[in-house]
């Protein structure tokens, strides 16, 4: 299974989109580098799929990548079905799906808009096994499948 980065997104404080930066670099153990989300024990880093944006477009919301908060914006790999503990080449970097999905515990704005969200459910989190560069462009591949 192999997909391609779309977007690669960071945001100073929690609780805010995130903007598209192109690239950046991804920490061991942290993250991504300068994201307010970087260093959260086991959800280091964010990746959403932009076949499940659109699905929120197609019920009217005029969302892009970063919207949900996502740090990686992928195409063409279905994120929600991959196990724990499955291993993504993307980039120089190598990732280590921790967690699939998350609690919200308040409800978005994009939640109140569409009467729904898409993070909590197809949003995977990972960490990072090894750093490195990502960028818009590079390819995303399933490696080590548990």
Not at 19 to 46: M, P, T, W, Y
Not at 67 to 92: Q, Y
């Amino acid at each position: 299974m192999k997909g391609t980065i779309v977007a690669v997104c960071t945001s100073a404080n929690k609780g805010e989109r995130k903007k598209n930066i192109g690239s950046a670099k991804l920490l061991v153990g942290l993250g991504l580098e300068g994201d307010a989300h970087a260093g959260f024990q086991h959800r280091q880093v964010s990746l959403l799929a932009l076949e499940s944006i659109e699905k929120m477009r197609a019920k009217g919301l005029n969302v892009n990548p970063g919207d949900f908060a996502e740090n990686v914006t992928t195409k063409g790999i279905d994120l929600c079905s991959l196990p724990i503990g499955t291993r993504l080449k993307a980039g120089e970097t190598l990732l280590e799906v921790s967690q699939i999905g998350k609690e919200c515990h308040t409800r978005c704005a994009i939640y109140y808009q569409a009467g729904d969200c898409v993070m909590p459910k197809e949003g995977i989190f990972t960490i990072v096994v090894e750093g490195g560069n990502l960028s818009v462009g590079d390819y995303i591949e399933v490696i080590e499948r548990v």
